[in-house]
Structure formats: C-alpha cells, structure tokens
C-alpha cells in the first residue's frame, strides 16, 4: 500500500504543570496546531519562545529583588527548571477523505506521484445506524448520535482513479478540481443522516 509520510516538528516547554505547586513539572506542547514540516522553521521558533521566556525571566527575577525568600526561590525554581526541545511526530497517512457538504467519502492511496501530487481511488463504505436510537419525524427521521455509526469499508478496482494535488498552507490538506481532501492515517467515511 502506498502512503505519505509527514514529519511535524513541535515545541515543548518544561513547565510546573499541575495543581500540585512548582515541583511537579512536565512538558507542554507550545505548536500543536502550527504543523511545522521544516527543521529550520522548528528551530527559528523555538529560539523565538527562548526568546520571550528569558525577557519574562529578567522581569520576574527584578520583582523578586525586593521580594520575600519564597518569591526569589520561585523564581530559582524557574530559571532551573524551565527547558525548551523539538519533538518529531511521523505520520503515515494511507487513505484520504473528500469531504462534501456533510457527508465525508474514504479513498484509499493508489500511488505517490511526488511530494505535491498522488492518485487515490473511493473504496466501498457500508454505514451502520441500526444500533442508534432513531425518530420518525423531521424531513426522513433523526438518527441520535449519528457520529457513532459503525462503517465498514472495502478496497473498489473498478472505482475510477483520481490524481488529487497538495494545497499550499496544510500538508494534510488537497484538491482536485474544486473537491476538498485531507489526508488520514485510517479509511474514514460519514453519511449523514439527518441532512
């Protein structure tokens, strides 16, 4: 089966991460949403977090000067413990979805043209609501918790193949001819009911 393979970069800081006080400390994500595939940009912006950290520092550290012991301890605390690293998170990504209005169709990865282009064929999603509390009523009914169908997919050869592109701001995002697609790293199809 072929796929894409993305490596994120992301920030973490060691910071005191609990209810607990100061000496519970852990590392917190600072770019989960940043989706950085690029080293070098990681790097710029861990700097640029270093950066703040150290001008917070010298602030904290002039109003504890005057401060009592437990402040100029707090601080102490800070300036030792406080840490910066880049983490690496690989994603495999074998399938893509094409989202439509409302409903969500899976495609399996067929080939990997190049980094911005690859062709994917749908596969055969058979949805499953007769575990879901349904109303009669509405325009067709309302099927309750409808996010909780169970689907069930199969690979189609005789599906056509469709050579889709990378957008430019999200490595997980594509296009061809106006649809919109996302990467997953697992088929993933939503009908929806109550549309």
Known sequence: MNKVTITYYNIEQM?????EGIGVWGWTCLTTHDKMTDRAEAEAKMAEEMTGW????VKEQDRAADGTDEQKEY???????????ITEDVKNF?????????DVHAYEIIKVISDKTIE???MTAKHDISHLKQYVGGF????ENQRNQKVTYESDSS???VRIRKKKNNPESWTSNGQRFGLTEAPYAFYDYNF
């Open 54 to 57: 150290e001008k917070y520092l």
């Open 140 to 143: 067709s009914g309302h099927v």
């Open 15 to 19: 910071v005191p991460n609990s209810s």
């Open 159 to 161: 599906a056509p193949v």
């Open 94 to 102: 074998t399938h893509v979805s094409q989202y439509g209005y409302s």
């Open 75 to 85: 601080v102490a605390k800070l300036q030792a413990n406080v840490k910066f690293r």
């Open 120 to 122: 994917v064929r749908a």
